[in-house]
């Protein structure tokens, strides 16, 4: 009977199926396989992978490995705050604080090389969003996330924050070079 | 209790409506709306804001007005309709007394309190922490109380609803099994029950942390479980909207369910493994692996899609096989196009389940697939998609469902009928455009939740391209026509209980009477449709609707590809 009143047989489940139905769902049961397969293919095959490398630390830890990576590599400062544009090594580690409202320091890579990118937040959530580009992580206080990054295209990119972290959230923002 | 207008029974369509029940869907649809209306106007100040050649409001009231926004849709109009949903599918669609109406209305008084707290909390500017809250950035104490409130009382309306189901079974007022909406209705009240549990344990630890009893929230700790509520809330929408929809072909068409075995079935898939999808929201996140977010991600193995997928093509083909019976057999769409447009029960309906498959349903296993997400996270693409589930699904399917409750719950005539015959058009084409752009914006990196695009007085802005700009110039359009759509419902839905004509087509009884014993027919009656299909037309729709989602799903494939290398 209607949709609104019990079915004509007391067990529904014996109820029948047309058609229509059986294939539907075999079509649909084929295509989720293969959206279901698609994710660990792209971990084998594809080139754009979160890594699962990510460790409890706090913002004082943080903050003394970043400091030291500035004090090391930094190669001119930019803007009125004289925040530092570190350009580090291939292969070293990069630290990227975010912290209200601003990115901690600026960073300048090489194309095409490979570099260990490390991010946390020393306060609230912030979101790591890398423009042109679009990719977007979220940047979690007491967690440091750890990926390899390969840039492959030079030129001037900008970190947008896009994760709302109070009055000053849409003033987070600052560049990342690629040479 | 022996009043002889225990029981109404509302001749045109033959509802039996218990006096308590109602009253009490009477009175929660009623806030449901006032909610809307709030939600409404800060809607329009919000897309007001997001319109870079507007820009309306200042930072602060911005980040206030899309706190308030978000909590008063997503959570309480949809929450307050849906507990009247859960109490038509049970008393009224049974025909029998709801259970412990003092109980409910203890919760549903709950639920006003809470709603009307968390409301002060957010206006009076110190709980601007969006709908998430996200630890460790705190809100007012009342703001947490106000939900844990909220919550608590929709959990007494889940428990009423499933009270009356056994009062319904001990009384026998129907013989066999629920019908297919009381059902999905079971399913939504059990996924809610799941989901306010959820919401619960993350939001009582974090209301004693505003209040300074607890030391810490760890951050990533409330994001796992805070999200096993947030989403999963839109999981009962998601049922909820399916069950209103099979009401609507029923009413509108009398259309039975194609297959009560393959309904069902889909909506037991909801229950198994809908509420795996919280970790959409974690993709991103350090700390969780990529195992975990596969398996939860896809629903493990996209169940929960291929339950939808199933309603999708299950809904419209019940309708095409009564339109057929009833003689619209020529060609594949005869029985499409002589379906009254002009009703909007019907229009509304169908635009929702039309804008939820193609728009939410597509863009949502995007944002879901543990890579695709990076290109996505957190950008406008995301109040994109759930504008297309939570506001083309859910709220349009139900203001379909308030245009038959006028007359047969309300007794009234619906006020201003030209008005409500459009209403579904504006308000759904409105948000179909509204959810495309902002997908768009999305695409280009527009952050969400954000005030300024162009990052004016910063020393390193970021230049959006012009196109950005555009799309977000139409976000606030289409919000407007949005807005305006949803004022033409506000309306027509006031207006009538203020102005309607009253309708007086009621018989009152003391005693409910069951549902009668329906004669075992033949279920599926034969083949109306071509090739062997009963609803060949819905086929063909869903082949349509397949090939947009695999060519879009490699399309993301293939952009992601170009990105850095990420490892």
């Not at chain 2, 399916?242 to 369910?257: C, D, E, L, T």
Request: glycine content about 8%.
């Amino acid at each position: 009977m209607s949709a609104l009143l019990p079915p004509a047989r007391r067990v529904w489940w014996k109820e029948p199926l047309d058609r229509v139905e059986l294939a539907w769902i075999l079509i649909a049961f084929a295509w989720s396989a293969i959206l279901f397969f698609m994710m660990p293919y792209w971990h084998v095959f594809g080139k754009q992978n979160l890594s699962n490398e990510a460790y409890r630390i706090s913002a004082e830890e943080f903050t003394k490995r970043t400091q030291t990576m500035v004090d090391k590599y930094t190669v001119r400062t930019e803007t009125d705050e004289k925040i530092p544009v570190v350009h580090p090594p291939e292969g070293s580690d990069v630290y990227l604080i975010a912290r209200l409202w601003q990115w901690w320091p600026l960073l300048e890579l090489e194309n095409g090389k490979s570099y260990r990118l490390h991010l946390s937040a020393l306060d609230y959530q912030h979101g790591f969003s890398l423009q042109p580009s679009n990719i977007n992580l979220q940047v979690v206080p007491g967690y440091e996330m750890v990926i390899t990054v390969t840039p492959n295209q030079a030129g001037s990119y900008s970190i947008v924050c896009n994760e709302y972290c109070g009055i000053g959230h849409h003033k987070m923002v600052s560049r990342l070079y690629v040479k | 209790m022996n009043d002889s207008r225990n029981f109404r029974i509302d001749t045109p369509t033959g509802l039996q409506y218990h006096r308590d029940a109602e009253l009490l869907i009477k009175a929660n649809a009623f806030f449901g709306v006032v909610f809307l209306l709030i939600g409404g106007v800060l809607a329009l100040l919000v897309s007001l804001t997001r319109w870079p050649s507007v820009h309306l409001l200042p930072a602060d009231w911005f980040y206030l007005t899309l706190t308030a926004h978000g909590l008063d849709m997503l959570v309480f109009w949809i929450i307050f309709f849906e507990i009247a949903v859960l109490y038509f599918c049970s008393s009224t669609l049974l025909r029998c007394r709801l259970a412990t109406p003092r109980i409910a209305w203890l919760g549903f008084a709950l639920m006003l309190i809470g709603a009307v707290t968390t409301n002060v909390a957010i206006f009076r500017g110190d709980s601007s922490v969006m709908m998430t809250s996200y630890v460790p950035m705190g809100a007012h104490p009342s703001f947490y109380l106000g939900l844990i409130l909220f919550a608590v009382g929709a959990l007494i309306g889940c428990f009423v609803f499933l009270g009356t189901l056994v009062v319904a079974k001990n009384d026998k007022t129907y013989e066999g099994s629920l019908p297919l909406v009381t059902f999905g209705a079971l399913t939504a009240s059990i996924i809610a029950i799941f989901t306010i549990a959820s919401g619960a344990i993350i939001l009582i630890p974090t209301f004693l942390w505003s209040i300074g009893y607890i030391h810490q929230i760890d951050p990533l700790m409330y994001r796992t479980i805070w999200w096993a509520f947030g989403h999963s809330s839109q999981q009962i929408n998601v049922a909820a909207h399916v069950s209103v929809w099979y009401a609507i072909a029923a009413i509108v068409f009398g259309a039975k369910p194609m297959s009560e075995k393959v309904s069902r079935t889909a909506f037991l898939l909801y229950i198994a493994f809908l509420q795996l999808a919280s970790a959409h929201h974690l993709l991103s996140d350090p700390g969780l692996s990529s195992e975990w977010k596969i398996f939860n991600t896809s629903y493990f193995m996209y169940f929960a899609v291929l339950a939808s997928m199933v309603h999708g093509l299950t809904v419209p083909g019940a309708i095409e096989v009564a339109q057929r019976k009833k003689g619209y057999t020529k060609g594949l769409y005869e029985w499409l196009r002589r379906a009254p447009w002009s009703n909007p029960v019907f229009s509304g309906m169908f635009i929702s389940l039309i804008g939820f498959g193609f728009l939410g349903g597509i863009s949502g296993v995007m944002m879901g697939t543990e890579q695709l997400n990076m290109i996505i996270h957190n950008t406008i693409y995301v109040p994109g998609h759930f504008h297309a589930t939570v506001v083309i699904g859910t709220t349009l399917a139900f203001m379909s469902l308030t245009y038959f409750l006028i007359p047969s719950l309300f007794r009234r005539e619906v006020w201003l009928p030209g008005v409500a015959k459009w209403q579904p058009y504006v308000f759904g084409f409105g948000m179909y455009a509204f959810a495309l752009v902002m997908m768009g914006a999305g695409t280009l990196g527009v952050p969400r939740r954000h005030w300024d695009m162009s990052f004016a007085g910063t020393a390193l802005p970021h230049e959006f391209p012009g196109s950005a700009y555009l799309m977000m110039g139409l976000v606030g359009i289409s919000g407007v026509l949005a807005v305006i759509g949803g004022g033409m419902y506000i309306l027509v839905t006031v207006g009538s209980l203020l102005f309607g004509r009253k309708v007086e087509s009621s018989t009152f009884a003391q005693k409910g009477t069951p549902i009668p014993r329906a004669p075992v027919a033949a279920t599926i009656g034969g083949h109306h449709g071509g090739a062997g299909f009963a609803a060949p037309g819905t086929f063909t729709l869903a082949i349509v609707f397949l090939v947009a989602f695999v060519l879009y799903y490699f399309i993301n494939w293939k952009y992601l590809s170009t990105v850095w290398g990420i490892s």
